[in-house]
C-alpha cells in the first residue's frame, strides 16, 4: 500500500509539472493585436503537379508556418512589427500547371513511342524526369513566364489594396517565378538615376533632360517593357527605343505603366524558395556587365534597402535544390562597386542550402511538404541566421 499511495503521488506530481509546462508553453505564445493585419503566404508549386494534391500539401504545412513565425521573437519583432501584423490565416494557392497541359500531351504522345523501350528503371526515369524538366524549362521563357507573373501581380496588388502584405514561397520550378517576380515585377529601377549616365546619344540626352523636369516613381522591367520605352535583346542587353518621337509620347507617361504592371512598394515582406534550382536556370546572372546580371544587382539593392528578405531553404539531401553562388553580407555589397551607395533597411538575403533532413534523396525533394512543423522551424532558423549572417561584422 506504501508503494502505491508513493505511485499515485508521483504521477500527481509529474502530472502537476506537466500541467504547469503547458500553462507555461502558452504564456510563451507571443502576442498579435486584435487588430493585426495579415502578412499572407502565396504559395508557389514545382514541376507535374495537379491542383488536389498541391492544396493538399499546402494544407499539410501552413498552420506550422503560422505558429512557428508568429512564435519566433526575431520574425515577430521584425517582420510582423512585434505582432501589429500576423501570418494570414489562410494560405494563398498560385497553380498554373493548367497553363503547360497543351504542351504535356505533345510530350506524352512523344514519350508514348519509347514506352517499352529499355529497362523498366530507364522507363520510369525517362517519364518522369521529362515531366520535371518540361515544367522547369516551361516556365523559365518569357513567353510563357510572363503572363503568370501579370496573374500572380494581380493577386500581389489585391491583397495590398485590403491592406495586406505578401511572402512568396516559391518551390522548385516555382521558384524560378518567385525569382523572376523579383526581377521583373519589384520596383527595383530608379530611372532618375539615368542622369547620372554617361550617355550623349540623343535618347540619352532625351531622357536625362526628361527626367530633370519630371521626377518618376522607382519602376520595374515589365512597366519599361510594356510601355515599350525600353527593349531586351536576345544578347541580354537593354536597348532604349531608337522612335524617339514614341519616346515623346510615351516616356512622360511612365508612373502610369508603373502602376500598372509593377508590383506596388512595401506589398511584398519576402520570398521564401525551396528545392530551388535557380543557379542551373539563371547562370546568366553571374556574368559581370550583363543586364541580367545589372538586374540582379539592383533586385539586392532594393532588398537590403526596402526590409525585404529573400532565403533559399534546401534539404541536403534535395539533389534538385542547388544553392546560390554566393552567400554575401552587408559589408561585401558595401564593397561592390556596381551596386553604388547601399542605405541598409533591415532587408537581406540568405543561402540556407543543406539543411539537416532525416530522408534519403529519392523523397527528400517532397519531404518539405510532409512534415510541416520541421519545415517552418527550418525557415525560422534560416530567417535568424541569415539576418545575424548579413549584418555581422
Known amino acids: ?8 503521488l508521483l504521477a500527481v506530481i509529474i502530472l502537476s509539472f506537466c500541467c504547469n509546462n503547458s500553462a ?3 504564456e510563451e505564445k507571443l502576442p498579435i493585436s486584435p487588430s493585426a493585419k495579415p502578412v499572407d503566404i502565396i504559395y508557389i508549386h514545382g514541376a507535374y503537379e495537379t491542383r488536389d494534391a498541391f492544396n493538399k500539401s499546402v494544407r499539410n504545412v501552413h498552420d506550422d508556418m503560422v505558429e512557428q513565425i508568429q512564435n519566433d521573437p526575431l520574425m515577430h519583432k521584425k517582420l510582423l512589427d512585434n505582432g501589429e501584423k ?33 529497362s523498366i528503371i530507364a522507363q520510369f526515369g525517362r517519364e518522369t524526369l521529362s515531366h520535371l524538366l518540361h515544367d ?18 494581380t493577386i500581389v496588388k489585391n491583397e495590398y489594396a485590403t491592406g495586406n502584405q505578401v511572402i512568396l514561397y516559391g518551390y522548385s520550378a516555382g521558384s524560378l517565378l518567385a525569382s523572376e517576380y523579383l526581377t521583373q515585377k519589384m520596383p527595383i529601377i530608379d530611372i532618375n538615376d539615368i542622369k547620372n549616365v554617361d550617355d550623349n546619344s540623343y535618347v540619352g540626352k532625351y531622357f536625362a533632360n526628361t527626367i530633370k523636369k519630371q521626377q518618376f ?3 520595374c522591367l515589365d512597366a519599361l517593357e510594356e510601355s515599350k520605352i525600353l527593349f531586351y535583346t536576345a544578347n541580354d542587353e537593354f536597348v532604349a527605343n531608337p522612335d524617339i518621337a514614341y519616346l515623346k509620347k510615351e516616356f512622360p507617361r511612365l508612373d502610369v505603366y508603373t502602376d500598372k504592371y509593377c508590383s506596388p512598394k512595401d506589398s511584398v515582406k519576402g520570398f521564401v524558395v ?5 543557379t542551373i536556370f539563371e547562370s546568366s546572372a553571374a556574368k559581370e556587365g550583363s543586364s541580367s546580371n545589372m538586374l540582379l544587382q539592383l ?9 525585404v528578405f529573400f532565403l533559399v531553404v534546401n534539404y541536403e539531401n534535395d539533389f534538385i535544390g542547388m544553392p546560390l553562388a554566393a552567400k554575401p553580407t552587408l559589408k561585401d555589397l558595401q564593397n561592390s562597386k556596381n551596386l553604388g551607395t547601399i542605405t541598409p533597411n533591415d532587408g537581406f538575403l540568405y543561402d540556407a542550402s543543406g539543411v539537416k533532413c532525416r530522408t534519403n534523396i529519392f523523397s527528400s525533394h517532397m519531404a518539405y511538404w510532409s512534415n510541416g512543423k520541421r519545415f517552418a522551424k527550418s525557415i525560422v532558423k534560416a530567417y535568424n541566421d541569415g539576418y545575424k549572417f548579413f549584418y555581422s561584422e
Open 1 to 8: 500500500m506504501k508503494y502505491i499511495n508513493r505511485i499515485l
Open 24 to 26: 507555461l508553453a502558452k
Open 86 to 118: 500576423k501570418i494570414g490565416e489562410k494560405e494563398i494557392i498560385f497553380f498554373w500547371a493548367d497553363q503547360t497541359e497543351e504542351n504535356l500531351k505533345m510530350l506524352d504522345k512523344a514519350l508514348a513511342y519509347v514506352k517499352n523501350v529499355g
Open 136 to 153: 522547369a524549362i516551361w516556365i523559365s521563357k518569357p513567353v510563357n513566364y510572363t503572363p503568370l507573373l501579370n496573374d500572380l501581380n
Open 217 to 219: 516613381k522607382p519602376t
Open 274 to 278: 525551396f528545392g530551388a534550382p535557380l
Open 299 to 307: 533586385a539586392i539593392k532594393y532588398l537590403v534597402e526596402n526590409d
